[in-house]
């Protein structure tokens, strides 16, 4: 077993990092504060081709796997959580039914696109269909040579700066989630409606919106794979993004252990540094133990999707450990701030309200307990 990273990916580690710590954390208080989308920092991703690393390189892209993702959410996702997630949603998840089930005509319109920077959204969320995708209500109606849809998404990150979006809707409402299917159409399509950005607890300047189908015509064209084909597609894709959920709640766990490490060694009470009391010791020994353990069910999972083996299992048990680790760690450290850990001054609030997300999307904890416990019965 080979716990290494090749030389290739460490220097994609090396040269992630240092854009991050750069480009990203410098203006990364500032986009939490202001909530606004971080338009030149997802320029100088672009620029990186951060948006192509795992399109094929047949579509302009640099061919990459799952591991070579993970290493960049993390350490984008260590400098901002916000900004990570606009790589993390359009290449792990939204842009991935293109890539597994397209036919070469939608790959040679959309992935080209997607590598030089053009991101997209998945609308597969509903008012009423969050955990239990196969009741969404939004239907598309064959008529003319394609579909007409309408309906109307939720929680849509990036709805109003995809240029590209996947969609599911119900092609027949009697079959319930085996009448679901899925089409990539683009932003521009008459009918889209873009609707009011989600306030949320964090990960501020990560937009979310809703998004409304009136009357969307597409052509049959649009569609992604067979028509009852949906959920496979969309659980197919929430399987893959579920790694990069895990390899996100590292970096964000990471620099809340490196602020809180930081600040136990230079403040001082009682006449030393707080990191000699062992009541901190202990804390810090945790936290480094559960990030490590963290990442390790992460890359484990990437590497088996990478092979081509089954990782289902695993990769809901690194979304789910990743996740709650990263919400433990990030209110450890900011017990080791005390006050000013609850300052706005000082990241370690933003740590702790952009990890609570890691344990919501692409499945809450409860649907990742369910998921490996089904996994667990069918090998038995």
Known sequence: MDFELTEEQKLLQSTVRAFAAKEIAPAAAKIDRDGEYPAAEIRKMADLRLFGLTIPEKYGGSGKGEVELCLAVEELAHASAAVDGYLRVSLSLAIVPVILFGTEAQKEKFLPRHASGEMACFALTESG???????????????????????????????????IVVVFA?????????????????????????????????????????????????????????????LKIALQALDVSRVTV?????????AAYEAALKYAKERRQFGQAIA???????????????????????????????????????AAMAKLFASEMSAFVTGKALQIHGGYGYSRDYPLER????ARITEIYEGTSEIMRLTIARQILKET
């Open 351 to 354: 740590y702790c309200r952009d």
């Open 170 to 230: 119900s092609t027949d409402k009697a079959l319930m989630g085996r009448g679901i299917s899925a089409f990539v159409i683009d932003k521009e399509t008459p009918g889209i409606v873009v609707g009011k950005s989600e306030d949320k607890m964090g990960l501020h300047g990560f937009i979310s919106t809703e998004l409304f189908f009136e009357d969307c015509f597409v052509p049959e064209s649009a569609r992604l794979g067979a028509e009852g084909q949906g």
């Open 129 to 163: 269909a969050g955990s239990d995708p196969a009741g969404i209500q939004t239907t598309a109606v064959r008529k003319s040579g394609g579909y007409v849809i309408n309906g109307s998404k939720l929680f849509i990150s990036i709805g109003g700066q995809a240029g």
């Open 276 to 314: 000699e009391f062992q009541g901190i010791q202990w804390m810090l020994a945790d936290m480094a133990t559960q990030i490590d353990a963290a990442r390790l069910l992460t890359y484990r999972a990437a590497s088996l999707h990478d092979e081509g083996k089954p990782y289902v299992k695993e």
């Open 246 to 254: 895990g390899a996100e709640a590292v970096g964000i766990a990471r």
